[in-house]
């Protein structure tokens, strides 16, 4: 039976170690957030979709498709890309159910779009969820990490399946890509109290340009980078290990080795390096990029100097979050029933 009306949420992510090796099959540790993505689906008569993206932390702005045709009023870039997810998750949901419904979405974000932090996933996983579970369908975690996994593949051309795990599964995974269609994910703890401070300056580059620049980098550059990519590798394995015995120094040692070897890829900038110096000179065991770079988060190892480590980022010109990590995957919220 169709429900009416459903809303469900994913939380965002910050990867602690492995991104972008984690493209070329090596694995990556990854957390979710206490921040997330709310995604309401209300079933319509017709077969239009309308999107009502009014909390995107860019200025509201409603979008009507139909048929193919893509009706917007805003020329923001990035208000447009969360839109692309969320058409192709409908798209791709409604594929697979071999079933489709006009649709209105509506979508709210405790988080900034586009700043690394896994939304793009979490408002994709957020849509598959709430229009499938509307359509009547209780599909698997695992059908909604895949089916996601699939939308941001068609978006970006090419994505590993780490931001749309964490944000189905949430609490703390690894993550490895075993080819092109296959992937494992292991839960290595479900909540996470590490000391981390998050910090942000903005973004001059795309997810999917910086793995395109790792991928020409290994192009030219064969032997030496895919020695880089297995280093990133072993260096998840250590703080996995680093990780279960919360021995906080040797993951903040981790974190800078992780960090010098995505600046060998080429995606970390000036900004974020200078962000990532600050923190270790006010106290942080360890900082690093989190996610794809090139601007968007670092995140530092602060046990006990926390206040110090957030301050000494502002100084250098970040805004810094606070937030939890780890808990809660994706979920639904509330279901309205069509019939009274
Ligand atoms: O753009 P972000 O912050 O979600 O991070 C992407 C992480 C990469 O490893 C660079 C790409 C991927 O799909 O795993």
């Avoid at 319509?44 to 009502?52: E, Q």
């Avoid at 903005?202 to 020409?216: H, P, S, W, Y």
């Avoid at 550059?221 to 394995?237: F, L, P, Q, S």
């Amino acid at each position: 039976m169709s429900l009416r009306k459903v809303t469900a949420s994913a939380p965002g992510k910050v990867t602690l170690f492995g991104e972008h090796a984690v493209v070329y099959g090596e694995p990556a540790l990854v957390t979710s957030i206490g921040r997330r993505v709310y995604v309401t689906a209300e079933l319509r008569d017709d077969n239009r979709v309308k999107i009502v993206a009014s909390d995107l932390q860019v200025p509201g702005v409603t979008v009507t498709f139909a048929d193919d045709e893509l009706v917007v009023e805003t020329d923001y870039g990035r208000t447009l890309s969360a839109i692309a997810y969320l058409k192709t998750a409908i798209e791709v949901a409604s594929k697979y159910l071999g079933r489709s419904r006009g649709v209105n979405v509506f979508v709210r974000s405790e988080m900034p779009v586009g700043a690394g932090l896994g939304t793009s996933a979490a408002v994709t996983v957020a849509t598959v969820l709430a229009y499938t579970t509307a359509l009547g369908y209780e599909l698997d975690k695992r059908e909604i990490a895949k089916l996601s996994w699939e939308v941001e593949k068609t978006v970006q051309g090419v994505a590993s399946p780490m931001d749309t795990s964490i944000t189905t599964f949430g609490g703390v995974i690894k993550v490895r890509l075993l080819g092109s269609n296959n992937y494992e994910v292991r839960e290595i703890l479900r909540c996470c109290d590490l000391p981390i401070v998050i910090g942000y300056v903005e973004r001059e580059a795309k997810t999917k340009d910086l793995i395109l620049k790792v991928r020409g980098l290994k192009e030219r550059y064969a032997g030496i980078v895919e020695d880089i990519i297995k280093t990133i590798g072993m260096v998840v394995e250590e703080a996995e290990k680093a990780l279960l015995n919360n021995d906080l120094n040797s993951l903040g040692e981790l974190m800078n080795i992780n960090q010098g070897l995505l600046d060998a890829l080429g995606v970390s900038n000036k900004r974020l390096n200078d962000l990532i110096y600050a923190a270790r000179a006010a106290g942080a065991l360890g900082s690093k990029v989190t996610g794809a770079g090139g601007g968007g988060c670092v995140i530092a190892l602060a046990p006990g100097t926390q206040e110090r480590v957030e301050v000494a980022m502002k100084l250098s010109g970040g805004l810094t979050m606070k937030t939890s990590l780890g808990g809660l995957g994706a979920v639904v919220h509330t279901a309205e029933s069509s019939t009274p």
